[in-house]
């Protein structure tokens, strides 16, 4: 574990590890993305919205053994326990466009086909499109709006990017200066901007694609506390027949 006054200062609290063993540099919003053509914003709400039978064959996510799929549930089981998720996830599978397959780029395709018409993914895959060189990849994003879950409760999932310093590192004194740079404004802006993340950094500089999504509330519940629910996440998801 490292004790580091910047990074303290520079870190929010629910973006680093409790104990110092790890530091969040950017984080990514779990938002829906739904088809603009099929779906009026009016009509989302929360993720647990999303289990609603009005949503039936319109639901598209990756496979439960996906980390963002895990720590979603997770954040959902800390939100309102076991047997409500389990429910919960009962309800989403029963929506599910096709069974899940592919990553969240997959998700976001499959919106724009046609193939349902919301989709959970991170914030970054969409400005991959928007800017990609295939004018296919930029058509699909086209098709594709932006929704921030939860907006009137606990905020949007969010998860990190993120960096510890190993036991053995042979220079832990620079390390830490490292990871202390990467934490300030001008290494926050250039990390964000690159990987079309958020900066950790209240203020710091947020890719114009990226803020053209719009400014949300996050749940701030710690990733350290996701991280001790997941095995619970994997049952519930297991139960629930999500694949
Ligand atoms: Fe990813």
Known sequence: PIQSETLSKNIPESLRDP???????TKRARVIM???????????????????????GKVLTRSSSN????????SIILAHGIPE??????????NFARPPEGGDTDQIKAVAAGVGDVALANTYYLPRLIKSDNPEERAVAEKIGVFFPNQQDRGTHVNISGAGIL??????????????FLSGPEAQ???????????????????????????????????????????DA?????????K
């Not at 739904?34 to 039978?53: I, M, Q, R, W």
């Not at 980390?67 to 997770?74: E, G, I, K």
């Not at 209240?202 to 506390?225: H, L, M, Q, R, W």
């Not at 994997?234 to 999500?242: E, H, I, N, S």
């Open 19 to 25: 104990e110092g063993y790890w530091f969040g540099l």
């Open 67 to 74: 980390v963002y799929s895990q720590s979603l549930t997770a």
């Open 189 to 231: 802006a250039i990390f964000a901007q690159s990987n079309n993340e958020y900066p950790v950094l209240p203020g710091a500089e947020i890719d114009s694609v990226v803020a053209s999504f719009g400014t949300f509330k996050e749940d701030t519940i710690n990733a350290a506390s996701i991280g001790r629910v997941t095995p």
């Open 167 to 180: 036991k053995t590192a042979p220079n832990k004194d620079a390390a830490i200066q490292f990871l202390e």
């Open 85 to 94: 998720t389990e429910q919960w996830a009962r309800g989403l599978v029963a």
């Open 234 to 242: 994997l049952k519930v998801m297991d139960r629930a027949g999500w």
């Open 34 to 56: 739904y088809n603009k053509d099929k779906v009026d914003p009016n009509e989302l709400s929360t993720y647990e919205d999303l289990a609603n039978p009005k949503w039936r």
